[in-house]
């Protein structure tokens, strides 16, 4: 069973930084693709950020120049560095992963999401 863990998140001052990590366990391959996704209260769930295994990113415009990811794909873990914070970033940040082990399956995972406050 797959299972993805979320840490690093907490408060940030405007302009200040903050790192989450998500690692992935239970499973013996990489994963194909890995990123965030961060869902405000009362608003729905969007992507921040994407990582394909070949190292392609996709940003959201909101945080493009402002935040990073990366991932080590030994550790199975992905990063997301969050420079320049605003208050507007303040979210529950989502880990997603994907997985496909033959042209026709295909799984997502789902971390429990993890809190970041951008306030003074």
């Known amino acids: 069973q797959v299972q993805l863990v979320e840490s690093g998140g907490g408060l940030v001052q405007p302009g200040g930084s903050l790192r989450l990590s998500c690692a992935a366990s239970?499973?013996?391959?990489?994963?194909?693709?890995m990123g965030w996704y961060r869902q405000a209260p009362g608003k729905q769930r969007d992507l921040v950020a994407w990582?394909?295994?070949?190292?392609?990113?996709n940003y959201a415009d909101s945080v493009k120049g402002r935040f990073s990811i990366s991932r080590d794909k030994g550790k199975n873990t992905v990063f997301l560095e969050m420079n320049s914070v605003k208050p507007e970033d303040t979210a529950v940040y989502y880990c997603?992963?994907?997985?496909?082990?033959?042209?026709?399956?295909?799984?997502?995972?789902w971390g429990v999401g993890i809190q970041v406050t951008g306030t003074s």
């Open positions: 997603k992963a994907t997985l496909s082990p033959s042209p026709s399956v295909a799984y997502e995972y």
């Open positions: 239970g499973s013996s391959r990489n994963m194909d693709a």
């Open positions: 990582i394909t295994s070949s190292g392609t990113t």
